[in-house]
Nanobody, 125 residues
Framework: QVQLVESGGGLVQPGGSLRLSCAAS???????????MGWYRQAPGKERELVAD???????YYADSVKGRFTISRDVAANTVDLQMNTLKPEDTAVYYC????????????????WGQGTQVTVSS
Protein backbone atom coordinates (compact mmCIF):
# COMPACT_ATOMS: atom_id res chain seq x y z
CA GLN A 1 0.00 0.00 0.00
CA VAL A 2 0.98 3.61 -0.61
CA GLN A 3 0.46 6.36 1.94
CA LEU A 4 0.15 10.00 1.00
CA VAL A 5 0.81 12.42 3.84
CA GLU A 6 -0.20 16.04 3.37
CA SER A 7 0.89 19.09 5.33
CA GLY A 8 0.72 22.84 5.17
CA GLY A 9 -2.94 23.68 5.49
CA GLY A 10 -4.29 26.31 7.85
CA LEU A 11 -6.05 29.62 8.25
CA VAL A 12 -4.97 32.57 6.12
CA GLN A 13 -6.38 35.97 5.32
CA PRO A 14 -7.60 36.82 1.81
CA GLY A 15 -4.64 37.71 -0.37
CA GLY A 16 -2.31 35.54 1.65
CA SER A 17 -0.31 32.47 0.71
CA LEU A 18 0.01 28.87 1.79
CA ARG A 19 2.14 26.00 0.59
CA LEU A 20 0.81 22.44 0.68
CA SER A 21 3.12 19.45 0.56
CA CYS A 22 2.43 15.78 -0.07
CA ALA A 23 4.85 12.89 0.35
CA ALA A 24 4.27 9.34 -0.88
CA SER A 25 5.66 6.30 0.88
CA UNK A 26 4.91 2.59 1.01
CA UNK A 27 3.81 0.39 3.88
CA UNK A 28 4.54 -2.71 1.82
CA UNK A 29 6.38 -3.22 -1.45
CA UNK A 30 7.96 -0.31 -3.24
CA UNK A 31 6.97 2.49 -5.56
CA UNK A 32 8.11 1.70 -9.06
CA UNK A 33 6.77 4.86 -10.60
CA UNK A 34 4.34 7.65 -9.82
CA UNK A 35 2.65 8.47 -13.07
CA UNK A 36 0.58 11.44 -12.00
CA MET A 37 0.36 13.48 -8.81
CA GLY A 38 -2.10 16.21 -8.13
CA TRP A 39 -4.29 18.17 -5.76
CA TYR A 40 -8.05 18.12 -5.47
CA ARG A 41 -10.29 20.08 -3.17
CA GLN A 42 -13.75 19.75 -1.73
CA ALA A 43 -15.70 22.61 -0.24
CA PRO A 44 -18.74 22.02 2.00
CA GLY A 45 -21.74 21.00 -0.06
CA LYS A 46 -19.73 20.75 -3.26
CA GLU A 47 -18.19 17.94 -5.26
CA ARG A 48 -14.51 17.22 -5.14
CA GLU A 49 -12.72 19.03 -7.97
CA LEU A 50 -9.30 18.87 -9.57
CA VAL A 51 -7.17 21.87 -8.71
CA ALA A 52 -3.85 21.01 -10.37
CA ASP A 53 -1.90 17.97 -11.39
CA UNK A 54 1.30 17.07 -13.13
CA UNK A 55 2.23 13.99 -15.10
CA UNK A 56 5.78 12.74 -14.92
CA UNK A 57 7.67 14.51 -17.69
CA UNK A 58 4.63 16.52 -18.70
CA UNK A 59 3.19 19.97 -18.29
CA UNK A 60 1.08 20.89 -15.28
CA TYR A 61 -2.67 21.31 -15.51
CA TYR A 62 -4.55 23.97 -13.56
CA ALA A 63 -8.23 24.56 -13.06
CA ASP A 64 -9.30 27.90 -14.51
CA SER A 65 -10.18 29.18 -11.06
CA VAL A 66 -6.57 28.92 -9.84
CA LYS A 67 -4.55 29.74 -12.96
CA GLY A 68 -1.99 32.44 -12.29
CA ARG A 69 -2.33 32.05 -8.52
CA PHE A 70 -1.35 28.43 -7.78
CA THR A 71 1.79 26.59 -8.82
CA ILE A 72 2.26 22.84 -8.63
CA SER A 73 5.72 21.35 -8.43
CA ARG A 74 6.96 17.82 -8.14
CA ASP A 75 10.13 16.11 -6.99
CA VAL A 76 10.12 12.81 -8.84
CA ALA A 77 13.07 11.34 -6.93
CA ALA A 78 11.54 12.18 -3.55
CA ASN A 79 7.97 11.21 -4.50
CA THR A 80 6.61 14.55 -3.37
CA VAL A 81 4.33 17.18 -4.81
CA ASP A 82 3.79 20.71 -3.56
CA LEU A 83 1.12 23.30 -4.23
CA GLN A 84 2.07 26.94 -3.77
CA MET A 85 -1.09 28.96 -3.34
CA ASN A 86 -0.88 32.74 -3.66
CA THR A 87 -3.48 35.49 -3.63
CA LEU A 88 -5.88 33.21 -1.81
CA LYS A 89 -9.59 33.97 -1.91
CA PRO A 90 -12.41 32.93 0.43
CA GLU A 91 -13.71 30.66 -2.34
CA ASP A 92 -10.47 28.66 -2.09
CA THR A 93 -11.63 27.43 1.31
CA ALA A 94 -11.86 23.65 1.18
CA VAL A 95 -10.28 20.41 2.25
CA TYR A 96 -7.37 19.77 -0.10
CA TYR A 97 -6.47 16.22 -1.03
CA CYS A 98 -3.34 14.85 -2.63
CA UNK A 99 -3.80 12.08 -5.19
CA UNK A 100 -1.24 9.89 -6.89
CA UNK A 101 -1.46 7.27 -9.64
CA UNK A 102 1.19 4.78 -8.68
CA UNK A 103 2.80 1.67 -10.11
CA UNK A 104 3.60 -0.52 -7.11
CA UNK A 105 5.85 -3.56 -6.90
CA UNK A 106 4.69 -5.91 -4.13
CA UNK A 107 5.05 -9.49 -5.25
CA UNK A 108 3.20 -8.41 -8.36
CA UNK A 109 3.24 -5.16 -10.29
CA UNK A 110 0.02 -3.18 -10.24
CA UNK A 111 -1.32 0.30 -10.83
CA UNK A 112 -3.65 2.04 -8.44
CA UNK A 113 -4.67 5.49 -7.32
CA UNK A 114 -4.11 6.62 -3.76
CA TRP A 115 -5.46 9.55 -1.77
CA GLY A 116 -4.21 11.49 1.20
CA GLN A 117 -6.31 12.16 4.26
CA GLY A 118 -6.89 15.81 3.36
CA THR A 119 -5.75 19.09 4.85
CA GLN A 120 -8.04 22.02 5.63
CA VAL A 121 -7.41 25.39 3.99
CA THR A 122 -9.51 28.27 5.30
CA VAL A 123 -9.32 31.72 3.77
CA SER A 124 -11.05 34.25 5.97
CA SER A 125 -10.53 37.64 7.53
Amino acid sequence: QVQLVESGGGLVQPGGSLRLSCAASTTSGRIRRINNMGWYRQAPGKERELVADIVSGGSPYYADSVKGRFTISRDVAANTVDLQMNTLKPEDTAVYYCKADVTVVSGIIYDNEFWGQGTQVTVSS
